[in-house]
């Protein structure tokens, strides 16, 4: 139990695009998903932290007009890169965790390239 | 606030050789603690996790780690590692009660050789 899927793994795109990323809890009702950003070699620095039905609380130095973050249901949160640059490639990594439960569920992650 | 410290960014250590890795935490307020692996260009695995009770948690794949609150640390062992061991760990914490966010160390590469 308890799986986290992220879709796609891999995007390469133009510069100037917008990419969109979906996170899905398959076996569990996701209250608050995480979106983390991860550069190589790197630990992950967390984004994002969204909660159904609310707006998303984002992390000091992330914008959000660029980091557009949807969580409109218990299972499926999406993080859409607007407007991508070169800059904006990285692993992009999503958890979910479900309310009053000590754990999060991680993502296998998505690696943006922004060409 | 919380914050992790990994010092050591890479372990070198051969095959069947123990090892330790080493993660030390500051809090204002009691936190959980995880340790984590991260093979690559995959996402985070759940290795062991400190909540409460007994300070030596025991995790997947023969680690466990010891939670040490006078020391704030919360390093992990393995007695004797395998090549697939290989991989990114990171330790992690968040803040008693109520569950809030993970603050990850920078994570230790630990590279296990023949």
């Known amino acids: ?115 | 606030a919380q914050s992790v410290t990994q010092l050591d960014s890479q372990v070198p250590v051969f095959e069947e050789a123990p090892v330790e890795l080493r993660c030390n935490y500051s809090s204002s307020v009691s936190v959980y603690l995880f340790w984590y692996v991260q093979y690559p260009n995959q996402g985070l695995q759940l290795l062991l996790k400190y909540l409460s009770g007994s300070t030596l948690v025991k995790g997947i794949n023969g680690f466990e780690a010891e939670f040490n609150k006078s020391q704030t640390s919360f390093h992990l062992r393995k007695p004797s590692v395998h090549i697939s061991d290989t991989a990114e760990y990171f330790c992690a914490v968040s803040a008693q009660p109520g569950y809030s966010t993970l603050t990850f160390g920078k994570g230790t590469m630990l590279l296990v050789s023949p």
Not at chain 1, 49 to 65: I, P
Not at chain 1, 88 to 112: H, M, V, W
Request: charged residues 15%; hydrophobic residues 35%.
């Open chain 1, 1 to 115: 139990g308890a799986v986290v899927s992220q879709h796609p793994s891999r995007v390469i795109c133009k510069s100037g695009t917008s990419v969109k990323i979906e996170c899905r809890s398959l076996d569990f009702q996701a209250t608050t998903m995480f979106w983390y950003r991860q550069f190589p070699k790197q630990s992950l620095m967390l984004m994002a932290t969204s909660n159904e039905g609310s707006k998303a609380t984002y992390e000091q130095g992330v914008e959000k007009d660029k980091f557009l973050i949807n969580h409109a249901s218990l299972t499926l949160s999406t993080l859409t890169v607007t407007s991508a640059h070169p800059e904006d490639s990285s692993f992009y990594i999503c958890s979910a965790k479900q309310t009053n439960y000590n754990e999060q569920f991680f993502g296998p992650g998505t690696r943006l390239t922004v060409l």
